[in-house]
């Protein structure tokens, strides 16, 4: 599975769309786009994924470029319990196993 | 949320004992995997399981075996625990049907003294 790159942390306010970039320049054309986060002491809570078109469910939208090399994950309305850390993670849809990396660690403040 | 629970949910034990942690799911899905959490590390994959009596490693097997007699239970035993695998376990189920999305569990912290 291609590696990721995504800041360490980042800031938000309250109420205000978070945008959490990543970069997966080696990405192969079948390798999908997933977005999982991790509130403080509890499991990793699957967001969202995409391939090539740009996704949108009820928690967030993900933008993927043309070249597909990077994406970003768009919260739209950030609130506290949206403060967490947040994995890119790109795997073939068929692997067995997903492979975190370090993931953004978002704060969201008042 | 998936209905995947993980029993004990915190557990303190000594080196060289047995233990073993359980993972139930309501949902049905077919596979179901074991991961541990450690800082610096991410989550690493422990084993899996793709159907019942159906299992392989993953890439920190060594010191842990699994058992999953039923669709909705998986196993995870430590033999003999070390005070390597104090860790946090989480376990993760998928359908592999219409999704491959990976649902997780709360985890469960487990210390070896």
């Known amino acids: 599975d291609a590696k990721t790159t995504q800041p360490t942390s980042m800031d938000c306010a309250e109420g205000r769309a978070a945008n959490l970039p990543c970069n997966h320049s080696?990405?192969?054309?079948?390798?999908?786009v997933y977005w999982y986060r991790q509130i403080h002491s509890q499991g990793p809570q699957y967001i969202i994924h995409?391939?090539?078109n740009n996704e949108t469910n009820e928690m967030a939208s993900l933008i993927i470029t043309e070249d597909r090399k990077s994406s970003t994950l768009i919260l739209p309305h950030a609130t506290l319990r949206d403060t967490a850390v947040y994995y890119c993670?790109?795997?073939?849809?068929?692997?067995?196993?997903?492979?975190f990396g370090g993931g953004t660690r978002l704060m969201v403040k008042p | 949320d998936a209905g995947i629970t993980q029993s004990p949910r915190h557990k303190v034990t000594e080196t060289g004992t047995p233990v073993t942690l359980r993972c139930h799911q309501t949902?049905?899905?077919?596979?179901m995997y074991w991961y541990r959490q450690d800082p610096g590390h991410g989550l690493r994959l422990i084993h899996y399981?793709?159907?019942?009596?159906?299992?392989d490693k993953g890439e920190v097997s060594d010191g842990y075996s699994v058992s999953r007699s039923k669709t909705e239970d998986f196993l995870l035993t430590l033999e003999s625990a070390t005070s390597s695998q104090t860790s946090v376990y989480f376990c993760?189920?998928?359908?592999?049907?219409?999704?491959?999305?990976?649902?997780f569990g709360p985890g469960t912290r487990l210390t070896v003294l």
């Open positions: 993760a189920i998928s359908a592999r049907g219409s999704t491959d999305t990976q649902y």
């Open positions: 080696t990405i192969s054309g079948n390798e999908y």
């Open positions: 995409g391939l090539k």
């Open positions: 993670i790109v795997r073939v849809r068929a692997g067995n196993m997903l492979t």
């Open positions: 949902e049905n899905h077919r596979y």
């Open positions: 399981s793709y159907g019942v009596k159906d299992t």
